[in-house]
């Protein structure tokens, strides 16, 4: 059986078809109408999916890696940054419009998949894949299976408490992780810091001079305490970064040293990697839902 993949992300969604050994037969981004509002969305994953289908005579199956999760209860998305998401059934409205079983992951568990599977952590049991971007996130792979907990939300470590009474976070909490260390919440620290508006690569080009340092102390501490208290509950085999603030470079020298430091052990060792399949993770992951 030949596997269809759909990443649908805030501005663009990418549809993938893999044969029965992951190679690729067809590929295809446009652009996600989330300006539109739900309908056009539907629309958008419908006209991608049955694109994909013609070049193919074989079956296929399909998975979807949205942003937010699927209540267990209701079927209605929640907890998504594409906010015309929330609320809606999604998933049941794509199986009646295609006729088809559709399986449905949130895109940090997609990824864990893909990397766990495909990527960096291929090999190894217990897996924790970390989304660093415009928000922070996670996904448990255990022996190539997801895990998702009774409420659907294991791996969210961005919701959980960084700082009590701290930054106001969207979810109506204070003090989140994502708060701290997504790339807005980074750059907004930056601007804090020193008054002037820059991108997260563009900080990182230089960090020696002094009030550079405070923000790069200040980011090593939150990241440090926050993967920490991860490990200290999950002890994972491999964690695998992804994310654009993944792309930092000393997160895998002096912040896996600490993450080391805070962890409830003398003895730690826990890999801390960068992903192999980058911005594909998500659509690759989708693919290997069928197989979770």
């Known amino acids: 059986m030949h596997k269809i993949g759909i990443d649908l992300g805030g501005t663009k969604t990418e549809g993938i078809l893999l044969d029965e050994k992951y190679d690729i037969i067809e590929r295809k981004r446009i652009k996600t109408p989330q300006e539109n509002g739900y309908d056009s969305i539907v629309k958008s994953i419908t006209f991608l999916i049955n694109d994909l289908k013609k070049k193919t005579s074989e079956k296929t199956s399909i998975g979807l890696c949205t942003p937010g999760v699927t209540d267990p209860n209701s079927g209605l998305i929640k907890n998504s940054n594409t906010q015309c998401l929330i609320g809606m059934p999604l998933k049941n409205d794509l199986e009646n419009i295609l006729d088809q079983k559709i399986l449905m992951e949130n895109d940090a568990n997609c990824f864990a998949l893909a990397e766990s599977l495909l990527g960096s952590a291929k090999g190894h049991e217990v897996v924790f894949g970390v989304i ?161």
């Open 132 to 292: 660093m971007g415009t928000g922070v996130g996670g996904g448990i792979v255990i022996n190539g299976t997801i895990h998702k907990g009774r409420s659907n939300i294991a791996g969210e470590w961005g919701h959980h408490i960084l700082h009590p009474n701290g930054n106001e976070c969207y979810c109506g909490k204070q003090g989140c992780v994502e708060t701290y260390i997504s790339g807005p919440a980074l750059e907004r620290r930056w601007f804090e810091i020193t008054g002037t508006k820059e991108s997260l690569q563009s900080i990182t080009q230089n960090l020696s001079f002094k009030k550079a340092e405070q923000w790069k102390s200040e980011f090593l501490e939150n990241f440090g305490v926050a993967l920490a208290n991860v490990v200290d509950i999950l002890d994972p085999d491999v964690i695998v970064l992804g994310g654009g603030v993944s792309n930092v470079s000393f997160l895998y020298d002096e912040g896996k040293k600490a993450v080391y430091e805070k962890v409830f052990s003398d003895l730690v060792n826990t890999p801390i990697l960068k992903n192999k399949l980058g911005d594909s993770a998500g659509v690759f992951g989708a693919c290997l839902l069928n197989n979770s």
